[in-house]
């Protein structure tokens, strides 16, 4: 803010800058933590779990985590309201991604 007090003439570009922050707010300040949540959680249960996925118990509790961080955006919904909070396609979406690209993190670390 400074700046533009400093330079007037860089108000123009000020505005376009506030103007991309405000459309981009919305998606990067709600969704991106709960990718964060969700690839960091995959991650570490995947660094645990792969080791030993031939057994049983590793395959069902990999799967459960991976349902767990689902449901808990699915169970948001207005027609359904089980877990506290608002539903958002932009978090599940991302939720998704963040548990495909911990996947594929691991294994690609793991060559």
Known sequence: NFLFEVFPETEAFRNKLLGLTIKQDKFFIHSIPTALWAFSYMYT???????????????????LNIFIILAIEILQRDNI???????????????ISAIILAISLYFYIKK
């Not at 249960?45 to 118990?57: E, H, T, W």
């Not at 309201?81 to 939720?95: C, E, I, R, Y």
């Open 81 to 95: 309201k089980v877990v506290p909070g608002t539903f958002d396609g932009a978090d599940l979406l991302l939720n």
């Open 45 to 63: 249960q995947s660094i645990i779990l792969f080791p030993k996925f031939k057994l049983k118990l590793n395959k069902f509790l990999l799967f």
